[in-house]
């Protein structure tokens, strides 16, 4: 094969700075991988690791001759900083690859990912990625965006290229849009040139919805914009930050790249950020208080709602397994009730061992340990029923995971009271309607739905639960979007809305 040398690689975490930190084998459970096998999994109909990864790989293949160099794709589910032995080993299994003769760098990153040695480890990899192959080959990134984006990513890289949608749906896109124009780079189409504004607002990830609101109005106008400039911008990005990782480069941030000319990028990258300032006070959002849900799921009329269990999101470095919301259901007699997904690999071992039709004391959380990260998993237990049992591989359907192969371990389906509670044993976000429908469960035959997720499951679970039908949550967790609960010890101050007077001017 011949074609352009192009090295891909990627870290993947989106770190909490107040949940566990991520060991080797927490990303060894999710993807650890690199060579011909990674190759393998990125041409497979449904692969396991990263969709955008996969979607730039498929994009080279079908635009001409290329030689990938695949050195090593590591992810992890949210998670708290990454530890350092972890974070170094993986830079000295690339750095090596990278002396080899390159045309070009893929860096498949998150974005928002925090070390325990370092408040900007995605930054500092491009940095290290641009001084071992130089200034002459091209590198090329995507992003999640929630990024918390750094100067030193920007002048590490040639081209940034962060999601546009929040559930995120448009992974494939992105990693396309990469690829396309990273095509364009080699062939001297262009010679990009990144601007980069940050904004001292860092709102909560439950204000960065897409689908309306300032967010998404925001970013609709970026891509406008770009439009109208007549092939002079590469891409525009916007960034909203993920708050809880705590570092100096939380803030909104708009990058945009230009196709040669700096001066244009940097006239609608600070064109954007006042149009983002000018809609600030947009960028706080109310919470439905647990005992208004309670209310809510004991009502007979009505439409269907789905509850969103915010302050245990395991997509954004939740536990997985705190029990205010269930225990407050279950205390009320709610009944049609559907509650996924509580990690608890003890409590779905032990259905597995009754097997389905037992009947027992199902006690969630018997190996809370007393870490800081655990406060909120308090101790559970009512009498529940196995109504099934399954080993977790599943692949998703709708949203953030369609058409991705899920390993949730050992898998269970509870019948306590009037509610059913999926237990799995890989701690995963529930934002696809296949955590039930494993079980043979029909959505539309509950009255009410919970999932431990922040907004992912808005797109999964869409068919069901219009916009109206959803409800945030006030439950306490480690990813709790009440700002004020949180010390926030390195987020830039003053920055709104967590200071309501903060002041900036282009």
Same mark, same amino acid.
């Given at each position: 094969?011949?074609?352009?040398?192009?090295?891909?690689?990627?870290?993947?975490?989106?770190?909490?700075?107040?949940?566990?930190?991520?060991?080797?084998?927490?990303?060894?459970?999710?993807?650890?991988?690199?060579?011909?096998?990674?190759?393998?999994?990125?041409?497979?109909?449904?692969?396991?690791?990263?969709?955008?990864?996969?979607?730039?790989?498929?994009?080279?293949?079908?635009?001409?001759?290329?030689?990938?160099?695949?050195?090593?794709?590591?992810?992890?589910? *949210?998670?708290?900083?990454?530890?350092?032995?972890?974070?170094?080993?993986?830079?000295?299994?690339?750095?090596?690859?990278?002396?080899?003769?390159?045309?070009?760098?893929?860096?498949?990153?998150?974005?928002?990912?925090?070390?325990?040695?370092?408040?900007?480890?995605?930054?500092?990899?491009?940095?290290?990625?641009?001084?071992?192959?130089?200034?002459?080959?091209?590198?090329?990134?995507?992003?999640?965006?929630?990024?918390? $984006?750094?100067?030193?990513?920007?002048?590490?890289?040639?081209?940034?290229?962060?999601?546009?949608?929040?559930?995120?749906?448009?992974?494939?896109?992105?990693?396309?849009?990469?690829?396309?124009? $990273?095509?364009?780079?080699?062939?001297?189409?262009?010679?990009?040139?990144?601007?980069?504004?940050?904004?001292?607002?860092?709102?909560?990830?439950?204000?960065?919805?897409?689908?309306?609101?300032?967010?998404?109005?925001?970013?609709?106008?970026?891509?406008?914009?770009?439009?109208?400039?007549?092939?002079?911008?590469?891409?525009?990005?916007?960034?909203?930050?993920?708050?809880?990782?705590?570092?100096?480069?939380?803030?909104?941030?708009?990058?945009?790249?230009?196709?040669?000319?700096?001066?244009?990028?940097?006239?609608?990258?600070?064109?954007?950020?006042?149009?983002?300032?000018?809609?600030?006070?947009?960028?706080?959002?109310?919470?439905?208080?647990?005992?208004?849900?309670?209310?809510?799921?004991?009502?007979?009329?009505?439409?269907?709602?789905?509850?969103?269990?915010?302050?245990?999101?395991?997509?954004?470095? /939740?536990?997985?397994?705190?029990?205010?919301?269930?225990?407050?259901?279950?205390?009320?007699?709610?009944?049609?009730?559907?509650?996924?997904?509580?990690?608890?690999?003890?409590?779905?071992?032990?259905?597995?061992?009754?097997?389905?039709?037992?009947?027992?004391?199902?006690?969630?959380?018997?190996?809370?340990?007393?870490? *800081?990260?655990?406060?909120?998993?308090?101790?559970?237990?009512?009498?529940?029923?196995?109504?099934?049992?399954?080993? /977790?591989?599943?692949?998703?359907?709708?949203?953030?995971?369609?058409?991705?192969?899920?390993?949730?371990?050992?898998?269970?389906?509870?019948?306590?009271?009037?509610?059913?509670?999926? @237990?799995?044993?890989?701690?995963?976000?529930?934002?696809?309607?296949?955590?039930?429908?494993?079980?043979?469960?029909?959505?539309?035959?509950?009255?009410?739905?919970?999932?431990?997720?922040?907004?992912?499951?808005?797109?999964?679970?869409?068919?069901?639960?219009?916009?109206?039908?959803?409800?945030? @949550?006030?439950?306490?967790?480690?990813?709790?979007?009440?700002?004020?609960?949180?010390?926030?010890?390195?987020? *830039?101050?003053?920055?709104?809305?967590?200071?309501?007077?903060?002041?900036?001017?282009?």
């Amino acid at each position: 094969m011949s074609g352009p040398r192009v090295a891909l690689l990627g870290m993947i975490l989106e770190s909490n700075r107040y949940a566990k930190p991520a060991e080797r084998a927490d990303f060894e459970s999710l993807t650890w991988m690199g060579g011909e096998a990674l190759m393998s999994e990125a041409r497979s109909a449904t692969p396991s690791i990263a969709r955008e990864f996969c979607a730039f790989v498929t994009a080279m293949d079908a635009t001409g001759p290329w030689t990938p160099v695949p050195l090593l794709l590591a992810a992890c589910h *949210p998670h708290g900083p990454v530890k350092e032995d972890v974070y170094e080993a993986y830079w000295q299994a690339v750095e090596t690859g990278l002396e080899a003769p390159l045309d070009a760098v893929y860096l498949c990153h998150h974005g928002a990912m925090v070390a325990t040695h370092l408040d900007d480890p995605d930054g500092e990899l491009a940095a290290r990625v641009r001084a071992k192959v130089g200034p002459d080959v091209a590198v090329v990134q995507t992003l999640d965006l929630h990024a918390n $984006l750094s100067d030193k990513m920007c002048a590490s890289t040639d081209l940034i290229c962060g999601y546009r949608t929040n559930p995120h749906v448009d992974m494939i896109e992105r990693g396309e849009e990469a690829a396309f124009t $990273l095509r364009q780079i080699l062939a001297g189409q262009a010679s990009p040139k990144i601007s980069h504004v940050k904004l001292p607002l860092a709102p909560a990830s439950v204000t960065l919805l897409t689908a309306s609101g300032p967010y998404g109005e925001l970013i609709d106008y970026g891509q406008r914009r770009q439009a109208e400039l007549a092939g002079e911008i590469l891409n525009v990005s916007i960034f909203g930050n993920f708050i809880f990782s705590d570092v100096p480069d939380n803030g909104i941030s708009v990058v945009v790249t230009a196709r040669h000319d700096l001066a244009i990028a940097d006239r609608l990258a600070h064109e954007i950020a006042r149009k983002a300032w000018e809609m600030r006070e947009r960028f706080v959002r109310s919470l439905t208080p647990v005992a208004e849900a309670t209310m809510l799921a004991q009502r007979e009329d009505g439409a269907p709602v789905i509850f969103s269990d915010a302050g245990d999101n395991p997509g954004g470095g /939740g536990s997985g397994r705190t029990t205010e919301l269930l225990s407050a259901l279950y205390s009320a007699g709610a009944q049609q009730v559907y509650y996924g997904s509580f990690f608890d690999p003890a409590l779905a071992h032990e259905a597995h061992v009754l097997g389905e039709g037992a009947t027992f004391i199902a006690q969630f959380n018997r190996e809370r340990a007393d870490n *800081p990260w655990e406060q909120w998993d308090t101790p559970f237990q009512a009498e529940a029923r196995v109504l099934a049992v399954h080993d /977790g591989q599943v692949t998703g359907r709708l949203g953030l995971f369609a058409g991705r192969r899920m390993h949730l371990g050992a898998a269970a389906l509870l019948q306590l009271g009037g509610i059913k509670v999926v @237990v799995i044993s890989d701690r995963t976000q529930t934002a696809d309607p296949m955590f039930f429908e494993m079980f043979g469960l029909d959505i539309a035959d509950a009255r009410t739905v919970c999932v431990k997720s922040r907004g992912h499951f808005r797109s999964g679970f869409l068919p069901w639960f219009p916009p109206e039908n959803v409800y945030e @949550v006030d439950t306490a967790g480690l990813t709790s979007p009440v700002l004020s609960r949180w010390p926030l010890e390195r987020v *830039p101050r003053p920055s709104f809305p967590l200071d309501t007077d903060t002041v900036w001017e282009a």
